[in-house]
């Protein structure tokens, strides 16, 4: 019976449940508040369905906290209350060998009756899995019942004919709205907690100081964890795109804000708002296969020139520029789109003023409307700053993997990110300095990134109320 | 101001020339300036079109390949072992069809005392797991068992990159005709050409080929007479000395033509070998090489041949995942976005959320992977791999976006629907979901659309929560291991072999293929609903 | 620095010296004006004179601001705005593709509804115009020009320790004020104000109103107004406007006490507007 339990796929089973008690709940509700009413709904405080309502409310809402519950934390207990039972020879094998033999055993228990091995501890170990799974659910689904049940017992006892069940659901949809406005609150504590906690772990085994201002970087092998070369890396590349990227963003925002035809615009706007919408990994496949051998055979034209050195530039196959001028094509419709939002906050009445005054269209751009839009100008760069900070696939791609600080924008860097997800493809353990590194590193990706938004976001703010 | 320049003949008080030349001055400022507006677009948009030639230029190739035909006998002792006719016995006899397929090849072309290199140059025109369709065929049509038929298999990538031009440069010059020849097969044979006719082309497109080369390394070539071909051990001006390379093992005929081809590179510096090329030569003389659309790339799951490689599985992946993300995302972002824009009291805690929402917007969507990793795997333990996973780190990822157009859509609505909703005895709530939601849909529908499209591209986050495993089956649900098209294209941007270049770009464009369908649809939505009040 | 310049300003004054009295400053014959398909001026023709106030009142949306804006080529910054007709300034068609609309605005100043000092210093709001215009030599020379734009304006005494205070940082009228001077700067002859005063309270009105009587003195000045009251304190001509067309122009006492028009009549009486 557990056994069979453990094996079903219950979740499809339990929303049909809970489906069909919140409907017969409904039900319940409304035939119960046209009793009571005896015939003229009207003396009713609040309409029948919002009887039903209710009571379907108060009957699934403690049933789906148990199962939500179960179904965050019911399989890790199983796999504890498992790991405890295993041999000692097993358990000593450490966190990760254990996990990865758990993993084993719950792949197996899925495959369903009879699969065994001919591993007696092993299958016996799926059967116990199998069990205690069934065991979980079988407890959790009580639960549920028992919750739905006393939810509906003392909903059900509230109705009558002045019972203001309308302001009640509606209560229950406000908390409901408010718990997923509260989702994006979880989902920021979340990264925090866990790139804090995470990072906390990896300097206890490494110093902060020797991370923070170390230039060697051996990470793959754990020997070194320097991250200057990385942040280099990183300011070099972020540097490099918004040199691309500042320039083309703001002179193209500014033309198709000040000059360009209402016709030519709307042509060209959704042409720039195209380079936005194309996936990441694409521009990284355009850095790797074009963008980069183009900077390579210019690097070594450089090195071939009399005048030059011909180790002038390292000319490697991936590198700095390649990622750079591509990451900062993608940037510029980020640049130009939030500019040309800045630029025509500014007033018209101060272009007018500058216009009356004998100003030429460019006098007037320059030294009136960019003045009044620098705040907002900044602020938008500083986004993209950020934006290039945090990229990633570009990076990985066409970058490079060589921790090193060369000022030579043709040789290969590598950045935060690349590191990151250098260190946490594959199959990893959770417990060591490497993984845990990509965590620290995670953190300072995160604190950076938001120092520049929080700061351009307020700007912008203050600058909308300015204008406003 | 577009103003021509001021004419002096007609100059009123306005103009003397000294503002004139003042004038001129700030006029040509005024023109510079312009002119960096529309260099900066330019660039932008030559950008844009630089990206899509590349890759559209590189995915042609991918969308064709080319197939080897072979008319033959389904033996029923090579193909179905033991007398079955159980189809799944068939269907998985793939080294049974390939011996079958490589002893045809190998009667065709190699005799009894072949080397081991010779043959397994041969077998490398196509790769063992390129018979999986004609054996999956065959299992569906049993009684195709002992009947003669034909058969195709895709060329090996090299092959089939050769054959499109790729590999190495080449150039095929025709020398006329043999005026006549001595040697024999065995020892090297001598042929001179018709009078006439001389060697000068062939001398002279190998010596360009030199002239670009980086190395040293001489150029090949190849001769082709009648159904045999030769690799050139020199030439004088009307006579070239040949040895057998493939082919007929008879020794050429006066009369017959004459053709040459020259290979830019060295054998050792190709990934195709001389003899195969001499056998694709062949082969196509046969025509026995055709060009076929490559529906693998759309039926197969990923392969470590790229010639076998595909998308389906990646596909599927993608929308399984993406169910997951729309079904966190849409209705919580929606839902997020109601309380914030119609409900929330102001105070700090809504202020908090709201700040809290701008900045998670603009969070690195890398740090999500990091979340996905530590919370979703490491403390609910959950599997890695699989499109669940994925779908919640995708969802919590663009629920910052949704959450931001759905707030926009609703403040849209004017004020004036809401009071007339109340002014008739509506609740609040009423009056929200009643009124102004319906009223905010398009615009919330067309922000999702666009939420899920940016959903779509997404890699980095996923690469850390271990979708990039190699998946070679068609996921069946949200927990099986699965890969998602962003991160298939990742990784065969990486394989080795040349053949991947023109794959991924094939893949990148199925994914745009989808991404221009959402914000067309998008698009599409807003045209048809937008609503100015 | 061209001083050639001042010799250029200076002719055109000499010029208006010689025959001073009931001079055409600027004279508009058959002034239509679209806006896209739209017409929004009918066939106006009128000479505004030199050393006067010219009025402009009607309804709103009679297209006075508009005819105002067609003095100084405003319109052209406007995409769809298409302006016909011939507006003689000193001899010349100021539409004429010839003339720059550049230069012409440095002699045919503006003043507008809303006080829009640049997010500049108050020193650096009245020094724009000469810069770009080249009018100064130097620092002291600036200094010279910018002080005595704010005396003309008569803001001086209240901002002379604060130059470099941003303009924004005044009250409502002193913007105004700073506005005015900033016009006043480079120069003009005209100088255009589109009610200067509708976003004042009445003590600044009545600070900016007393500006304008004296600054009549130099410059030919048209003002855009809602207020019958303020047309009939501060000019000399006024133009009623309905619809597009003009109604009647004529002496502002005339206007006021006799029209001939019975719109105007209606107007200056409330019965519209």
Known sequence: MLETFGHLPVSWLLFAVLAAAGFVAFFIGRTSAVATAQGSTARLNSQPNYHGYFLAMATIAPAAVILILYSLFGESMVRSQLASELPQRIRDLGTMEMGQYIDRIAENSQRGPGSTTGNALFDAATGRYTSLLGLSRIIAIGLALFGAGVGFFFARRRLSVNFRARARVEDGIKLMLFLCAAIAILTTLGIVASLFFEALRFFARVPVLSFIFGTEWNAQTGADFGAIPLFFGTFMIAFLAMLVAAPIGLLSAIYLSEYASPRFRSIVKPILELLAGIPTVVYGFFALQFVAPLVRSFAVWVNSLPFTPDTLLAAQPTSALAAGLVMGIMIIPFVSSLSDDVINAVPQTLRDGAYAMGATKSETVKQVVMPAALPGVIAALLLAVSRAIGETMIVVMAAGQRAQISPDPTSDLTTITVQIVALLTGDTEFDSAKTLSAFALGFVLFIVTLLFNLIALRVVQKYREKYE | MNSPAPNPETKGTFVTDAALKRLKKRHAAETRFKFYGQFAIAIAVLALIALLVSIISQASSAFQRNMLVFDITLNAEDVAPNGTDDPDAIARNVSGFNLLLQDSLRDQFLPEDADASETRQLFGLFTRLAVLPVAKKTAAHVDMVGTQQTVSVALADDIDLYLKGGVTERKSIDLGQVASARGAIGDGIYVSLAPGTDTSALAEAIGGFQEQSLDDSAPTTLIGIGNTWYSVTGFSSNEIALAYLAGARVAPDPSQGIRALVLAQAEANRTVSDRQIAWTMLLKDEGRIRKAFNSTLFTNADSTYPELAGTAAAIVGSLLTMLVTALLAIPVGIFAAVYLEEFAPKNRMTDLIEVNINNLAAVPSIVFGLLGAAVFINFFGMPRSVPLVGGLVLGLLVLPTVIIASRAALKSVPPSIRTAALGVGASKTQSVFHHVLPLAAPGILTGSIIGMARALGETAPLLLIGMVAFVAEVPDGPTDESTVLPVLIYKWSTGAERAWEPQTAAAIIVLLVFLVLMNLIAIILRRRFERRW | ?273
Not at chain 3, 125 to 136: F, K, S, T, V
Not at chain 3, 190 to 214: G, H, N
């Open chain 3, 1 to 273: 620095m061209d001083g050639n310049v001042e010799d250029f300003v200076e002719t055109a004054r000499n010029k208006q010296a010689l025959n001073m009295a009931e001079m055409t400053k600027v004279d508009c014959r058959h002034i239509d004006v679209f806006y896209d398909e739209k017409q929004a001026i009918y066939d106006i023709s009128m000479e505004i004179q030199d050393r006067a106030v010219t009025a402009f009142i009607g309804p709103s949306g009679c297209g006075k601001s508009t005819f105002l804006r067609c003095i100084n080529r405003m319109n052209d910054t406007i995409e769809s705005a298409s302006v016909k007709g011939q507006i003689i300034m000193d001899g010349a068609d100021i539409n004429d593709p010839s003339i720059d609309p550049v230069l012409l605005r440095s002699r045919v100043g503006m003043v507008f509804q809303k006080p829009n000092p640049f997010p500049k210093s108050i020193y650096d709001n009245i020094a724009y115009g000469p810069r770009i215009h080249g009018l100064a030599a130097g620092k002291s020379e600036l200094d010279e020009i910018v002080e005595s734009s704010l005396r003309k304006a008569g803001l001086w005494e209240e901002v002379k320790d604060r130059l470099a205070a941003p303009g924004t940082s005044l009250s409502g009228g002193q913007q105004q004020r700073l506005c005015i001077a900033r016009a006043i700067a480079v120069s003009p002859e005209v100088i255009l104000m589109d009610e200067p005063c509708s976003a004042l309270d009445p003590i600044a009105t009545a600070r900016i109103e007393e500006l304008i009587d004296e600054l009549r003195e130099r410059y030919c000045i048209v003002i855009v107004t809602h207020s019958m009251q303020q047309a009939a304190r501060v000019s000399q001509r006024t133009a009623f406007f309905h619809l597009g067309k003009l109604v009647e122009y004529g002496d502002t006492e005339r206007i006021f006490t006799n029209p001939e028009d019975s719109r105007t009549q209606d107007y200056i009486t409330g019965r519209f507007g």
